[in-house]
């Protein structure tokens, strides 16, 4: 059985944001047991024994069978490849749904995320507020393209695979913004996504974990 490692305790505004939010959701939508491990941010974090399963500290990090693996989108993937439901059995499916989890990773979240920092952690800053507007139009921009990509189609490659549960939580982290909301394509599809029964178990069992750590 997969063991998942995430965090004891988030602020609140991350608890559903959290990146081992991510390996939840795919787990579920592979119908795969696992188990949850905590690890206090702190000293436990950067403990000998968390870096080894993270070498950066951070989370999320799973175990299976002597394998250690850590970010959540290697993570995804490894799951991915044992479900159809996720992961096309044909190459070229399977390639192209690959790439989108890369380019959710690289092409899109590397904007939003700095975006959603600056309103996170710095928003009362003097510097943020002549910084931020060119983030947000790279962000746009990004945002743009993928538009583009889903005009007329429900999920980025046909069915929904892994690259669309990578890309529906990348594009979450944008909730306290409605950006994505001025995007009719976009909306649609993370709303879709959003509402698929894997989505809505895996967020129940993040949030009722915090509650208990509370």
Known sequence: MITLTTYEWVPDFAVPLMRAFRVRWALEEAGLP???RTVALGPEQRSPEHLARQPFGQAPAIEEDGLVLFESGAIALYVAEKS?????????GRERATAWVFAALNSIEIWIQQLASLDFFHANEEWTKNFRPGIEKQVRERLDQLEKV????????????VGDLMMTDVLRILDHTGIVDAYSQLSAYKQRCQVRPAFQRAMQAQ???FKKAA
């Open 207 to 209: 949030r009722e974990g």
């Open 34 to 36: 696992y188990k949850v």
């Open 84 to 92: 159809e439901r996720l992961l096309p059995r044909d190459r070229i």
């Open 150 to 161: 889903l005009d007329g189609k429900d999920y980025l490659e046909g069915e929904f695979t």
